[in-house]
T-cell receptor, first 115, second 110 residues
Framework: GAVVSQHPSWVICKSGTSVKIECRSLDFQATTMFWYRQFPKQSLMLMATSNEGSKATYEQGVEKDKFLINHASLTLSTLTVTSAHPEDSSFYIC???????????FGSGTRLTVV | DQQVKQNSPSLSVQEGRISILNCDYT??????FLWYKKYPAEGPTFLISISSIKDKNEDGRFTVFLNKSAKHLSLHIVPSQPGDSAVYFC?????????FGTGTSLTVIP
């Protein structure tokens, strides 16, 4: 149980285009979902926290107009990278908060390459 | 299907003793493994990693052991300190995807 599905797992896009990444909780309701960016051998950088039905809370330094987050239902949150640039190339991971001791289930990540 | 499992949701250890956190995986194609540490209200912090060509990697008080035949990974912390109290996640990668365990909450008792 407690599976989070992230899609797509790998995407290549042209500079200037937008890319949408989906994060779904398959067998539980996630009132809160988190979006992270991962650089090689570094910590997961929290980008934003999204709560179902309300606006996302962005961490300092994260451009909210560039990284659009929508959490329209208890099982789906989306991250849209708008007007992508090569420097946005990275690994993006979502996680969902669930009731439980540790409270986190992670998606398997999306590798974005902007060319 | 959970490809990375941490079967112990919690662990308590006395300060100064060894903490051993375990992680099992199912996919033999995984070739890179990581441990993260997470404090409440913060993102996971990268702790230590190991590639499949090694069976041990040490960094200060932290040592990760990899047993490929058993598909088992463990993190040893010695000596354990109260500041080590956190949730520890293991993760495995094979190619473009990372698979995380569900975490083990470590409490180090002073």
């Amino acid at each position: 149980g407690a599976v989070v599905s992230q899609h797509p797992s790998w995407v290549i896009c042209k500079s200037g285009t937008s890319v949408k990444i989906e994060c779904r909780s398959l067998d539980f309701q996630a009132t809160t979902m988190f979006w992270y960016r991962q650089f090689p051998k570094q910590s997961l950088m929290l980008m934003a926290t999204s709560n179902e039905g309300s606006k996302a809370t962005y961490e300092q330094g994260v451009e909210k107009d560039k990284f659009l987050i929508n959490h329209a239902s208890l099982t789906l949150s989306t991250l849209t990278v708008t007007s992508a640039h090569p420097e946005d190339s990275s690994f993006y991971i979502c996680s969902a908060s669930r009731t439980g001791l540790n409270g986190y289930t992670f998606g398997s990540g999306t590798r974005l390459t902007v060319v | 299907d959970q490809q990375v499992k941490q079967n112990s949701p919690s662990l308590s250890v006395q300060e100064g003793r060894i903490s051993i956190l375990n992680c099992d995986y199912t996919n033999s194609m995984f070739d890179y493994f990581l441990w993260y540490k997470k404090y409440p209200a913060e993102g996971p912090t990268f702790l230590i990693s190991i590639s499949s060509i090694k069976d041990k990697n040490e960094d200060g008080r932290f040592t990760v052991f990899l047993n490929k035949s058993a598909k088992h990974l463990s993190l040893h912390i010695v000596p354990s300190q109260p500041g080590d109290s956190a949730v520890y996640f293991c993760a495995a990668s094979g190619g473009n995807q990372f698979y995380f365990g569900t975490g083990t909450s470590l409490t180090v008792i002073p």
